[in-house]
């Protein structure tokens, strides 16, 4: 496959990566290679850790990013579940999520008040992209956003899905949709259609007891 798979997740109680869906990704997508990044605790807590999960993964990418031949990477949270072909990246776009949004366009989305902490230069913009679930990009962005100019902005505190997709475009990189209609920001059903399910916090078996 053209792809690789970066799974951002953390460690459990028994200090093991936290990947219940990872066979499901496999066997629905064989042949992809997999990666784990796992995001350090942060002293301020649970919620610092989710609203910043693209601060490990710019830190794996920086060490390991040699270890990936393949052009298009996708990354996916440890409570995202593919039942099905991961989507395709359009060939019109370099970052690609669920839904953008655009100051002015999606009516009110709160995370553009963090917009200032970005340090935008003159004639560029925000947007956000959602869920963080899953993206799928060309690996050139993921190189882009471990660019020296950004080192100041993830060391802050900045909502993941208005920080990645606004850095990947003020590097010039086109960023759009994919269809994703069973991702969400907050716990979803599995259905029976194959795709990919966010959030699915739990194991999960296709076979009815």
Not at 118 to 130: F, N, R, T, V
Request: some cysteine; hydrophobic content about 35%; glycine content about 6%.
């Amino acid at each position: 496959m053209n792809t690789a798979v970066l799974i951002l997740t953390h460690l459990d109680k028994k200090k093991s990566p936290l990947i219940p869906h990872i066979k499901h990704l496999q066997d629905s997508n064989p042949g992809v290679e997999v990666y784990i990044v796992v995001g350090k605790d942060s002293p301020q807590g649970k919620k610092y850790n989710w609203k910043n999960g693209d601060q490990p993964l710019r830190k794996w990418w920086k060490k390991n990013n040699h270890k990936i031949t393949t052009p298009i990477i996708h990354v996916i949270e440890w409570d995202t579940l593919v039942t099905g072909p991961l989507p395709e990246l359009p060939e019109y776009l370099d970052l690609a999520g669920r839904e953008l949004m655009l100051p002015g366009v999606s009516n009110p989305w709160v995370w553009f008040r963090e917009t200032h902490k970005m340090q935008l230069q003159k004639g560029e913009s925000p947007c956000g992209l959602i869920s963080f679930g899953c993206f799928v990009m060309r690996r050139e962005v993921l190189d882009a956003v471990c660019k020296t100019r950004w080192d100041a902005v993830y060391e802050d505190s900045i909502q993941n899905e208005l920080r990645f997709p606004t850095a990947a475009k003020a590097e010039g990189f086109r960023v759009g949709e994919v269809f994703l209609p069973f991702v969400r920001w907050t716990k979803y059903p599995v259905g029976p259609i194959p795709g990919v399910y966010h959030a699915v916090k739990h194991p999960w078996s296709s076979v009815k007891s």
